[in-house]
């Protein structure tokens, strides 16, 4: 009898153990999405800062070289890593002009508040202070 009921107590506590282990990677998507081999320079004006998890957002109303024009969704990574990376929480503000780089999505399409989206890759900020990546090259983090 104790021999089952160590197997059983065994048993569940590896249940446990791989159920905690599955449960991060199962609330994260992947950037498939984005285009890694395509970086667009949008230049524009910041229209709103989403500093949350899983991922930072932002979105900027501007002009993009070889992508379309207008209202833009930025997708960057968990506000940790961004921090790691040199950022703060107010490096964007609302009304701020920058300069992005982004990977756009694969399907070109038009997100439900009429946005085009993008992964984040780099930006020039207003004060000419650069983060990640500004040369046109390189790809959004999936961290």
């Not at 107590?9 to 446990?16: K, M, P, Q, S, T």
């Not at 070289?65 to 503000?93: C, F, H, Y």
């Not at 009304?95 to 085009?116: E, F, M």
Request: glycine share 12%; net charge neutral; with cysteine.
């Amino acid at each position: 009898m104790k021999s089952t009921s160590r197997y059983n107590r065994a048993l569940g506590v590896c249940a446990l153990a791989s159920a905690l282990l599955a449960f991060p990677a199962a609330g994260h998507h992947s950037t498939a999405a984005f285009d890694s081999s395509a970086v667009l320079k949008i230049e524009g004006e910041i229209t709103q800062v989403r500093w949350i998890n899983p991922h930072a957002s932002f979105k900027l109303e501007g002009t993009a070289d070889n992508g379309p024009d207008g209202l833009w969704t930025i997708e960057m990574t968990a506000p940790n890593v961004l921090i790691n990376e040199g950022w703060k929480r107010n490096s964007l503000q609302i009304g701020d002009k920058v300069t992005v780089y982004a990977n756009p999505l694969r399907n070109a399409i038009t997100l439900n508040d009429g946005s085009q989206g993008g992964l984040y890759v780099g930006v020039i900020l207003s004060d000419g202070t650069t983060l990640g990546r500004t040369d046109g090259q390189g790809q959004g983090s999936d961290r």
